[in-house]
């Protein structure tokens, strides 16, 4: 039987801001629910989303055309001319294969092997001064933010911090050449925002398809002077690695494809967390003191705003054989969206699941970086960036506040969380 909940529409816009209550309601009435603006099943409870992202043989990460659908939409919406314009670009780029987060198994294993050579713990205990030192630089920022009379500095956390520091932590493990940053810079903003799926104007549908070449060769040039002349970041590896079972290097379209799978979903994801951990510090500013230098508790404040604030709302799976979910019957080839930020708020699993607990027991229970074989690979560099931000701000500040006036508000979109901009208050530390 189909499962509907007559009070809800999801892509509302207000409910896009603010998911939480319809989620709420969809849990309780209908977790599997039918959405047909997007011919899409909604699955919204801990465990149905737990059994369904487990059981990938019978629901498939094969979605990208889920995710072409609305480029196509776009690009059909697009007058003559620029159409023309985009055609002639991508007649120049080359043909992205899928690689990890849209394969299934054994072709999606070939290629995690490979990619999880850069996030081993070693990696990431090698990379700690570089994101130490990139976060020190964006502290630097904060101390150049306005200062009034009374010593209190304010500035926009999102542009001073919470989004240079994953763009520039990225840049550097990937070993993006410091003439080449700001292009980069530029060109990997694009490339992540395209996973909101907002609509575009014409003249922005060739200026992102611009950059996206542009990000290409760029990133192209580099596997190729990797080869010739190893460096030591992820490039090289993922140059010079070879693929298991076939043993031969990684061509040039399967390399910028994984790379382009680290841009879109390791950047804006990382400033989306920092953002809304800044927000729920200034919300209960008894926080601050009580996680300031206690290592632990802020790994659990961490997990917490991840729950609470899922950067990565949710993902499709293309469900593969008849079968049922939570009692609703699922034909082959439909579609589901599994719902990591309503599951993160089922009570179901999370005493009190509407208010942040840095006590927690077992917070990293969480599925913001999802579950099973698609786990987000990227996590131990995620947590470690969040964990080492958080505790070097309430090192050096202290008393954050919202700005007077300022009301965070996300970006409507289903897919990513952003905090646009944070406007907050704050004092050095002496
Ligand atoms: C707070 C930050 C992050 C969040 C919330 C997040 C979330 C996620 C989620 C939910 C998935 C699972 C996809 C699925 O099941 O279909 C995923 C996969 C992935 N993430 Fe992350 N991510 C974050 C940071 C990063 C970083 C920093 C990187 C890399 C530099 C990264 C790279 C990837 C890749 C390559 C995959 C695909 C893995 C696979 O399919 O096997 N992520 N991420």
Not at 134 to 144: A, T, Y
Not at 287 to 314: K, N
Not at 365 to 373: E, I, N, R, T
Request: glycine content about 6%; aromatic content about 6%; hydrophobic content about 45%.
């Amino acid at each position: 039987m189909s499962q509907q909940a007559a009070a809800v529409s999801l892509f509302e816009r207000e409910t896009l801001i603010d998911p939480y209550s319809a989620f709420k309601t969809l849990r309780d009435q209908a977790p599997v629910h039918y959405e047909p603006a997007l011919d899409i099943h909604v699955v919204t409870r801990y465990e149905l989303v737990r059994e369904a992202i487990r059981d990938a043989k019978t629901f498939s990460s094969k979605f990208d055309g889920f995710l072409n659908k609305s480029r196509e939409i776009m690009f059909a919406a697009a007058p003559p001319e620029v159409q023309q314009k985009l055609l002639d670009i991508n007649r120049q780029m080359l043909l992205l294969p899928p690689t990890m987060l849209t394969l299934d198994e054994p072709e999606h294993t070939r290629y995690r092997s490979l990619v999880s050579r850069l996030f081993t713990g070693a990696e990431i205990r090698k990379s700690e001064p570089t994101v130490q030192a990139v976060i020190d630089r964006s502290i630097g920022s904060l101390l150049s933010g306005h200062k009034d009379g009374a010593g209190c500095r304010q500035a926009d956390f999102m542009s001073a911090f919470a989004f240079p520091v994953p763009l520039r932590i990225i840049g550097d493990r990937l070993g993006i050449p410091e003439a080449d940053r700001p292009f980069f810079d530029e060109a990997a903003t694009a490339a992540a925002a395209a996973l909101r799926l907002s609509p575009l104007t014409p003249e922005e549908m060739v200026h992102r398809a611009e950059l996206a070449l542009g990000l290409q060769n760029l990133l192209t040039a580099l596997v190729d002077a990797r080869r010739e002349q190893p460096a030591d970041d992820m490039i090289t590896i993922l140059a010079n690695g070879r693929l298991q079972d076939e043993a031969r290097l990684l061509t040039h379209a399967e390399a910028l494809s994984i790379l382009q799978q680290f841009l879109v979903a390791g950047h804006e994801t990382t400033t989306s967390a920092f953002g809304w951990g800044m927000v729920l510090l200034c919300r209960r500013p008894e926080l601050q003191a009580e996680i300031r230098g206690d290592a632990g508790l802020i790994r659990t404040f961490v997990e917490e705003v991840l729950r609470m604030e899922a950067p990565v709302q949710g993902l499709p799976r293309l469900v593969t054989r008849d079968t049922t979910l939570g009692g609703v019957r699922l034909p082959a080839g439909s579609m589901i969206l599994l719902s990591f930020a309503a599951a993160n708020r089922d009570e179901r699993q999370f005493e009190d699941p509407d208010r942040a607990n840095i006590h927690r027991p077992k917070a990293g229970m969480q599925l913001a970086f999802g579950s099973g074989v698609h786990f987000c690979i990227g996590a131990p560099l995620a947590r470690q960036e969040l964990n080492l931000g958080f505790r070097a701000l309430l090192d050096r500040f202290t008393r954050f506040r919202l700005a007077e006036g300022a009301s965070p508000q996300a970006e409507p979109s289903f897919i990513l969380r952003n905090v646009p901009e944070l406007h907050i208050d704050y004092q050095e530390r002496r």
